[in-house]
Each structure stands twice: as structure tokens, then as C-alpha cells.
């Protein structure tokens, strides 16, 4: 049952005459917060910075004297002489803020966010397949986070199904340092589902910021670069840990709830007659219908059972204490961190 607020036609209409003020107010201090940016102090650059280029490497001092000669080239009816005195002085001066000023900008924004710290290979190897029953491991590909560049291929698979620890969670608008989902995907899902978890990680890599990095996924979405799987399929998520939001409040907790993810391409909860309640684990018993991100991002969940659940634990202990020494954040709730 839907717990989303109703109202009468009046209701309405009032919350969305408020919506405006509320976008205004977001304006003014979206404009605020630039103009603090950019009144933020300059800082001398000593290093030598080089860049690389069509024509080659370049320093910072060879990019200015090229653009302020386009700019001159450019300049029309003004003087030969006031152009070299002003326009090419002045495009050099510019030009070479404006690189700086991204360099240190885009430093800054990183630092800004949460670093994600590289796991140690086996054990993120480990974490990883374990998303898969014992007897699928074999046969599937293992994608490894350098946090540095994206997801790289770490051992070939040869069935078609692919599993990796995502740690990036796009459509949460949220850079954490401490998500870890392990997941694995038959091949219809690793074309699609997958390839947007690894895009996701790349982007973030290469700078780009939670906000942008949903826009960004969105479009590809809108543009049909990215689509649902293309045909019937389910993503295993069968390990003994994962860290992601979840039950009873769908909040931040380090669990043991392992489940598949069938393929169900906008379907919702009152498709299949489902009434999950998050605070109630007797309602997730049977499946339910989970929309992560958008519709095609949607699965109809089949939790295991409690004795299923009891034996994975059992058979992963290992890797349970392992998780729990490597990071407290991996520990589930009952475990204390190996000293």
C-alpha cells in the first residue's frame, strides 16, 4: 500500500503554487555560492604544469601565447599594435588563470568529496563473487575498482555472468566512502545494468560531481544510450554482507539480506499485488517490487529464507571476519572489529 501523501484538488494546487518561492530561494543561493567561488583567493602555482594537447605537450605559458594568436586572428578592425599590447597580453593573462583556476577548482571539488579507498584485490575479489551461489563462481567475470579510473577487468569469465562491489550508488545524489554492494549479473543484465554501475565509477573518477553524475545518467537514459535489459533475467545478490540502504528505515546499514533481482522494467508493487512495508520484514517475505533509480532500473526482489541465509553465513565466515578486519563498517551488527 502506497504511503505517498493524498490531499483534495485545493491541497494540491496550494503545494504546488509554494513550489516556485522554494525554486527562487534555490536560485538565490545556488548565485550566492557562485559568487563566494568566485571571489575565493588565487593561489601562486610554482609547479610547471604541462598539458597534453593535439599538436603535443604544452606548458601553461605555450597554451596562453597560442590562444591570445587565435584571439588576435580573430579580432577584426582593431589595431595590429593595440591588439599585441592589449588583447594578446591580456588572452595570455586569462587564459592562463582560467587553466589554473580549473586545475585547482577541480582539486578542490575532489577533495571536497569522500575519498573511496582501493580494497586490497583478493578480498574485493572474494566480497565480489560472493554475491553468486558456490556453484556459479567459477565460470564468472571479475571487475576490481581502482577508484583512480573505473572498474577494471580482473579475471575473464566464461559464462556470461559478471559480478564487481559497486561502491557508487548514482541515483542516491550521495559520494559515500563507505557503500559496498557486491553484485552479479547475467550477460543481458552486464550489458545494460552493469555497464551503468562501471560508467558510474568512471565518471566520479574522472571528477564529476554526485548531482551532475544523476543528470548525466538520466540523459543517457532519455537519449536510449542506456536501456533495460533486453530480455528476461535476474542480478544475484546471494553474499552474507552488503552496506546499502535498507530495512526497516531505508537507511545506511551493514547487513546480511541476500536476495535475487528479477528484471521487471516499470512494474510497480500494485502490478503484482504486492505490499511491502520496509518496518515489517514479514511483508518482504514474498516479492515485492524495488525501483532504483528510474523504471528501468526495476527488479522484483525474492529474499531468501532465514535458513538459507543461516547456511550462507555459516559457509562465508571467513570472508565475514575478513570484511569486518579490513573495515569496521563491514561488520555486521553482532560482530565486534577484529583487533
Known sequence: MTTHVTGTREEGLAARLAL????????????????????????????????????????????GRRQAGRLRRGAGAVPRRRRSATIGRAAQICLAV??????????????????????PADLEARFALSAL???LREGAAVYLLDPQQGYRLSREGTSGLTCLVERTV?????????????????????????????DAAALRAEGMGPA??????????????????????????????????????FKLHTMAMP???????????????????????????YPFIDRQGNGEQTYIIQMLG?????????????LVE?????????????MTHAQ
Not at 542506456?226 to 535476474?234: C, F, N, Q, T
Not at 575478513?322 to 553482532?334: H, K, N, Q, S, T
Open 170 to 198: 548514482w541515483e542516491w545524489v550521495d559520494f559515500r566512502d563507505d557503500i559496498y554492494i557486491p553484485l552479479c549479473y547475467d550477460a543481458a543484465g552486464t550489458k545494460a545494468h552493469l555497464k551503468v554501475i562501471m
Open 259 to 285: 536476495h535475487l533481482m528479477v528484471y521487471a522494467p516499470h512494474a510497480t508493487n500494485e502490478d503484482i499485488g504486492a505490499q511491502p512495508e520496509l518496518a515489517d520484514r514479514a511483508t518482504l517475505v
Open 322 to 334: 575478513d570484511l569486518c578486519a579490513y573495515r569496521d563498517v563491514l561488520c555486521l551488527p553482532e
Open 212 to 249: 551532475a553524475l544523476k543528470a548525466e545518467i538520466e540523459r543517457r537514459y532519455r537519449d536510449g544510450i542506456y536501456r533495460a535489459p533486453e530480455k528476461p533475467g535476474l542480478s544475484y545478490m546471494v553474499g552474507p554482507v552488503m552496506r546499502a540502504l535498507g530495512p526497516p528505515d
Open 133 to 135: 551461489p558456490a556453484a
Open 306 to 318: 532465514e535458513a538459507e541465509k543461516a547456511q550462507i553465513l555459516a559457509d562465508e565466515k571467513t
Open 98 to 119: 582560467s587553466i589554473v583556476a580549473s586545475v585547482l577548482t577541480a582539486g578542490a571539488g575532489r577533495a571536497a568529496e569522500p575519498v573511496l579507498e582501493r580494497m
Open 20 to 63: 516556485p518561492a522554494a525554486e527562487k530561494d534555490l536560485t538565490r543561493r545556488s548565485d550566492e555560492l557562485a559568487r563566494r567561488r568566485r571571489e575565493l583567493p588565487w593561489v601562486r602555482v610554482d609547479k610547471a604544469y604541462r598539458f597534453d594537447t593535439d599538436d603535443g605537450g604544452a606548458s601553461l605559458a605555450k597554451l
